[in-house]
């Protein structure tokens, strides 16, 4: 329910504006003039402000002019009997959100209400996003979320210690940018963070990038090199995918964890290294220690302290947020103008389960923000599969025991998914029916069937 002032010195105006508004589910209040509307003001916050233009000691455009001293970016509407070209220019110039010509149509005067007062919310959301981008600056683990601020709380009580830390997650929900952070809140932070994808080398090479060679130890060791935990020697080394290390290395990782001391490959003498290891992985270890793919001892040593980071689906409350910073740091990189999210938008990112997680929704808002035409990022900007995701994500969560029979219950879950694709694609069918991939005339039966049509 939103709070709309009316102002309008014509007593009959305003009750019957005000009535109308009431039925349609809004809190009103009455001004008979501007300067008991901005007494009002003062007290009051409001949603919208419906204004006349014509009013006596003060017209429309200069109590708009008032409101935004006073108050700041309220929407308003203008409210006119004598329209020209001059005063609506006026009265856009101004800042008011748009103007009607008296008398109006209660069906047009409630489909302008509508339009400012998601301008509004839009606008109140934003404002909101960017108080918690504020807070957040400094910190690149975004999110408010009950998950992910337990989450920053274990890592302020661990980073100062030197132990063995595991990162749990699925993929793409950001386990290196929580050893990043564990890295900064260390006394380590001034040393180097270095990081290694363990499933991109393969087992000759990754003991060599960890370890180091001797000159002449293999073909093509030209010249000595160094390794890894020599490179990471005061800093902290993060063995990224930790599970796809081979497992005729496991013995030599597990020493030098033991015993902070490693051989180069074709070396003899003993080298100290002074490195926390931070792993991470999104396979089950425990499964694969089991299996007897990962040894038990080295699972233990790298599973000192575990720290499980939640999959996005676990948070939507950060979804919003997340969103928005990557909205402005691809349209700053790309040259785009595209500063805000349109409310359809937010809701379709919510709906959706992001299997890819936080890389998914990144990687979502990168391609909006190259195709985004308008100030706001639309749905029509996202792919078409992730409005078609969402649907039928959202619509099919079952609740048990079911209050309908299982003919009753897809009846009205089918008809959930047409009602939505409909609105998504703003009644145009052949949209509809691509987003649901079905034919046309399929669709067509379903809107009679449901009386959508």
């Known amino acids: 329910m939103a709070h709309i002032l009316v102002v309008d010195d014509e007593k009959n105006y305003r009750i019957v504006l005000g009535q109308l508004l009431q039925e349609a589910g809004h809190r009103v209040s009455l001004a008979e003039n501007p300067f008991a509307a901005l007494e009002l003001l003062s007290r009051e916050s409001v949603n919208l402000i419906l204004s006349d233009l014509k009013m006596p000691h003060m017209d429309g455009l200069a109590f708009l002019r008032q409101v935004r001293e006073q108050v700041g970016e309220v929407p308003l509407i203008i409210l006119t009997a004598f ?13 008011a959100f748009d103007y009607l010509l008296k008398p109006f149509k209660n069906e047009e005067m409630l489909l302008v209400v509508d339009k400012a007062l998601d301008y509004s ?15 957040s600056q400094g910190r ?26 595991l990162i749990v997650g699925e993929s793409g929900t950001g386990k290196e940018l929580v050893a990043r952070a564990l890295h900064e809140a260390s006394p380590r932070a001034r040393g180097p963070l270095v990081t290694v994808n363990c499933a991109a080398f393969a087992e000759n090479l990754l003991e060599s990038e960890l370890f180091g060679h001797e000159r002449g130890a293999f073909t093509g060791a030209g010249e000595r090199k160094k390794g890894l935990f020599e490179v990471a020697d005061g800093g902290t080394l993060f063995l990224d995918e930790i599970g796809e290390f081979h497992l005729p290395l496991q ?19 003993e080298i100290e290294t002074d490195v926390r290891v931070i792993a991470a992985t999104h396979r089950d270890l425990e499964a694969m220690v089991a299996a007897g793919t990962f040894r038990e001892d080295l699972y233990y040593r790298l599973n000192v302290v575990r720290l499980p980071v939640p999959p996005l689906r676990q948070r939507p409350e950060d979804i919003p947020l997340l969103a928005l910073s990557f909205l402005r740091r691809f349209a700053t990189e790309l040259g785009r103008s595209v500063t805000a999210l349109a409310p359809a938008t937010l809701e379709l990112l919510k709906g959706y389960d992001w299997p ?6 990144q990687n979502v808002l990168e391609r909006g923000v190259l195709f985004a035409r308008e100030k706001q990022l639309l749905p029509e900007d996202l792919p078409t ?6 649907v039928a994500s959202s619509t099919l969560r079952v609740e048990f025991p079911l209050s309908q029979s299982l003919p009753e219950l897809l009846d009205s879950q089918e008809e959930a998914l047409v009602r939505s694709a409909l609105i998504q694609a703003r009644g145009v069918q052949a949209q509809a029916a691509e987003l649901l991939g079905i034919s046309r005339s399929n669709l067509q039966y379903k809107l009679k069937k449901y009386h959508l049509d």
């Open 121 to 135: 919310r839009l606008q109140s959301e934003n404002l909101a996003l960017r108080h918690q981008l504020a807070r």
């Open 83 to 95: 329209a020209t070209v001059e005063t609506a220019l006026a009265a856009m110039k101004a800042g």
């Open 385 to 390: 599969n992730l409005a078609a995701a969402a």
């Open 140 to 165: 690149k683990i975004l999110g408010e979320s009950p998950a992910i601020q337990r989450l920053l709380s274990d890592i302020a009580q661990v980073a100062p210690a030197r132990t063995s830390i």
């Open 356 to 361: 890819g997680n936080v890389r998914e929704l």
């Open 251 to 269: 013995p030599k990782l597990l020493r030098v964890l033991q015993e902070r001391r490693f051989r180069r490959v074709g070396g003899t003498a």
